[in-house]
Each structure stands twice: as C-alpha cells, then as structure tokens.
C-alpha cells in the first residue's frame, strides 16, 4: 500500500467523493478538499470508516487565497502532495446568447482557473520530489460541443489543451499529467443542472439517448479511469484524453 498524499477538488460529492474513496482503496491518504465543507467531511470519514486516512479541507477554487490556503492545510496535516485531482466544477444549462459576462467569469473562475491555480501551487513540490500525478476531470463538452453548455465546453476545452502543456512540461521530472472526461453521468451537479433549467427533463433524455449504451454513467465508473491514471502503473502515460462517456466520444 503507497501512502502519497491525494488532494482531491470537489471531493464532497458526486464523482469527487467516488475518486476519493477510489484512491483510498488504492492506499492513498486523501485530502478531500471543497467549497461545501459538510460535504468534505462526510466523505473524509467514509474513507476513515473503511480504514484509510483521510481529512476534509474547505477550498473555493475561484479564490487564490484559499487554494493557497487549504494546499498548506493538506501539507500540514498529511505531509507533501504527490497526487493531484481537479474535480471541482460548476455549469448551470442556457444557450449562448441568454449568458451574460457574470456568468462567463463565474464558470470559468471555477471550471478553467480553478485548475490553473491548483497545479501551480501543488506542481512545484512534484517537480522537485521528481514524482507526481495530475488528474484534470474534463468533460466530452469540451471535446465536441454540447448545446446549451457554450461556455462550460470552451472551459473544460482549456482544460485537455492547459494538461497536455503540462505533461509536456514536467515530464522530465517524473510528473504525468491527464485528462477524464465523463459523458453525461448521474452526479448532485448534472441534478442541479437540470434542476435549474427548464428544458432540463428535455436535455437529459436526449444526453441518454446520444449515447450508444442509451444510459448516463456513474460517479464509480469515472473514478475508476481516474485511480488508473493516479496509480504506479500508469508512469508511461501522460498528456492522454480519456472519455468515459459510453462510446458517445469515439477518437
């Protein structure tokens, strides 16, 4: 069993929390870090009840201070961190032309600079131990397009071409850096989603459809694509794009 550190973004729900139990599983102490601190806590014991170690961090990504703020907490608490998940993200269903530059800034705050910051402040100490793991979650918005999602797929776009540099850049120093992006899948954040719009019932059928397996996925089946991509195993892969999204991506 390795003991490195795993700090997870958007590890109090959904497809954040299933990475974290998922790392747990595979020895990892798990820094599970988000802005809903209940949330972080309920899945920082989860992982302690199933014997691993684990703490919750409360972290806003749109907000350098408190990336900052809550990577020192981490390193404090459990030592370096060598494995790095950026999960956290925020969307909310519209076409184009109804967003404004608020809404603009708040996704990309969030779903592209929230990365940005989060592997500046934990990539250093990988260069220097000369071993790490980056994980970005993308989505298959940003691969293809999604309707009602402009913004969000421009976003999570940056965010395969942000990895991709990243792999190049640190590869002499032992650091992998990649990419999962989910298709739809049954999360809090795809409820919400729905929740907010009004075509949302619409949106989802027609998400299921698209695929060919005609379902959404689940948090577990993301995760595991992450834990793979996290583990020992995976040293000779880096800058890679991978879909988990029932075939609805195939490239």
Aim: hydrophobic share 45%; charged share 20%.
């Amino acid at each position: 069993m390795n003991e490195r550190l795993a700090l997870v973004t958007g590890g109090g729900s959904g497809i954040g929390r299933e990475i974290c139990l998922g790392l747990a599983r595979d020895g990892r102490k798990i820094a599970v870090a988000d802005i809903n601190l209940a949330g972080a806590q309920e899945t920082s014991a989860m992982v302690v009840q199933s014997g691993g170690t684990a703490i919750a961090v409360h972290m806003d990504v749109s907000k350098t201070d408190a990336v900052q703020d809550g990577v020192l907490e981490a390193i404090d608490e459990l030592g370096a961190i060598e494995v790095l998940v950026n999960c956290a993200g925020w969307d909310e269903l519209m076409p184009f032309l109804s967003t404004d530059e608020a809404f603009w800034d708040r996704v990309i705050e969030i779903n592209y600079k929230g990365i940005l910051r989060t592997v500046h402040a934990c990539l250093p100490s990988m260069v220097e131990a000369r071993w790490g793991r980056i994980v970005n979650i993308g989505s298959d918005a940003g691969r293809v397009g999604s309707s009602f999602e402009a913004v969000y797929s421009g976003a999570k776009g940056g965010v395969i071409a942000f990895t991709k540099t990243v792999a190049r850049e640190a590869a002499r120093s032992g650091v992998t850096a990649n990419v999962v992006c989910p298709g739809p899948t049954d999360t809090p954040l795809l409820d919400g989603i729905v929740a907010a719009s009004d075509d949302g019932d619409k949106i989802i059928g027609a998400m299921a459809r698209a695929v060919p397996m005609k379902r959404v996925g689940t948090a577990t089946e993301v995760a595991s694509a992450v834990v793979y991509f996290c583990s020992e195993e995976a040293s000779f892969v880096s800058g890679q794009t991978l879909s988990v999204s029932g075939g609805l991506t195939m490239s």
